[in-house]
């Protein structure tokens, strides 16, 4: 039998958690499943899958919120 990479990794990954198949913010579960991370399809965003596993759900950020904090503690912030 084949299976596809992907579902024989989440298969491991996911094994007793599926939290990771919805949204950490919305709970949306229309959500992409990338290797290593998730899309939600409402929010928009994409989460890692280690932040969700062991994050609680208030405190995990999209990669892309994480960019901007990172940016924001290296101080630029640039308006405009
Ligand atoms: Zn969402």
Known sequence: MILMNINYLEGIF????NIVHMCPRCGEKNIIIYEESIECTVCQLEFEKKD???LEKSLILGISEKLEFIRSILGENKNG
């Open 52 to 54: 969700i596993k062991v």
């Open 14 to 17: 996911l094994e007793d958690e």
